[in-house]
DNA sequence: CCGTTTCTTAACGGCCCTCTAACGCCCGGG
DNA sequence: CCCGGGCGTTAGAGGGCCGTTAAGAAACGG
């Protein structure tokens, strides 16, 4: 049973979230601030984190920095959908994914599944991605086509894949991106991720033209489909 | 049992680590500053360390190197990611692995494991290549071609053919290659690199100017095909 | 001390990788 | 209906990396 710490000033809204998830069979651990957040994710370890933003005490684009300084459990973010610069900027600090206010529960309850399907995909180290018949062996550098034949990716290519596929199945901010796949000075022009998308997309889509594993998040950034690691033969993602 | 000596000046991730070790079977030593990790490391004699960069006093990297004098514990290097440059000087300082800031605690034993699985294994490197028709016993520093004629190699073009048979099948960095054939004084200049690798596919290579063995990986490094491990029809092994 | 082998250094040419610019498309807003 | 933002796609320029060759320096052995 998995367990999620919610960090929700609104009591009310709080206790919505609550009952929502228990009643999806979560176990529940709650936090009215930053600082109560913080320690409560010590603490108790929790498997995710549902952060607010919007947080009267500190920033809640703080704590999530800080706690990804030390987990890797999945943070989903709540935003008003007027602040979508926002939303941006806590992906870029390190959220997964997040949701938009108003939501509906099972939306939220679906996002929920799917960030947390990718836990198993942590021990099996994430280095060996199938991409249908293209499979890619990131800590060897070795990639295999459909016909068994070798498929050659440049270093860059695989700096990319490598940050993208931290978070399989979650979204991957174009500003993270391109601070960790060519680092902190050039994370304003993306021109080039586009153009080092299209060739991954080339050399590892079936169908290069209806991406169905290199996936875009308009406005946002990228993802990889969850079920291109091994071990995840899963069902449909929301 | 196994003794890990971790270095980490945050109080708080550090009794994370421990935690995690402990609750994994390791006898667990700590250290805040790289002074004190000098110490503690030749008093206690660690099987692995676990070295965090970016202490308070000096630089983990100056750790490493000195730890490497007199120790081959493997050294495991934790960092936050956006320093690509950081990474590449710790694996040449003489790190072993390196693993970025958030981790997952699976992630984090599974290259415990992985390195201290390696350790001992070091002298089980395979002394007999075949490279298609020509074959050489690095033990016996002896290669016979196609028709059974001796080949000579040099000194050196044995050295190097060492370090890449000690991995087969993986990517040795440029400056791993320069620093274990050539020693720590020569990992800038990789032109003698070239020639080397030039010589050895002329005597080595049915056909040098189409690779098929010895592997450029531009702008990593080089790697042995791994079928010229013998085994490749039959697995028996010593 | 000389000849041979081995290693180092230099120079050049070519290929691959990366970056940049330009254009087209889709979509949502004015 | 036009306009602008964001993404996809293509092509080309530039630079860096590697392969190759050859000649000089160093080590080695008589």
């Known amino acids: 049973m998995h367990q999620i710490l919610v960090v929700e000033d609104q009591p009310d809204l709080r206790a919505v979230l609550r009952t929502t998830l228990v009643a999806a069979g979560y176990r ?12 409560e994710a010590r603490s108790h370890k929790p498997d995710l984190l549902l952060v607010d933003l919007g947080l009267p005490d500190g920033d809640g684009i703080d704590l999530i920095r800080a706690i990804r300084g030390w987990s890797v459990a999945p943070i989903l973010v709540l935003s008003a959908r007027t602040r979508e610069t926002e939303k941006v900027l806590a992906l870029d600090a390190g959220a997964d994914d997040y949701v938009t206010k108003p939501f509906g529960t099972d939306e939220l ?5 799917a960030a947390l399907r990718r836990a198993p995909s942590d021990g ?9 018949a293209t499979v890619v062996d990131l800590e060897r ?28 199945g979650l979204i991957v901010a174009q500003r993270q991106l391109l601070r960790e796949a060519w680092g902190p000075d050039r994370v304003d022009d993306a021109r080039g991720l586009r153009v080092f998308v299209k060739s991954l ?36 993602d929301s």
């Open 201 to 236: 997309r080339d050399k590892l889509e079936p169908a290069p033209a209806i991406p169905r594993f290199i996936l875009t998040e308009i406005g946002v950034g990228y993802r990889l489909a969850s079920d291109v690691v091994e071990g995840t033969t899963d069902t449909t």
């Open 124 to 132: 099996h180290h994430r280095s060996r991605l199938v991409f249908g």
């Open 28 to 39: 529940v651990v709650e936090a009215g601030t930053a600082a109560r957040a913080l320690v």
């Open 109 to 113: 309850l679906a996002r929920v599944r």
């Open 141 to 168: 550098r070795q990639a295999t086509g459909p016909a068994g034949e070798p498929v050659h990716l440049t270093p860059q290519e695989y700096r990319v894949l490598d940050v993208l596929a931290r978070r399989p």
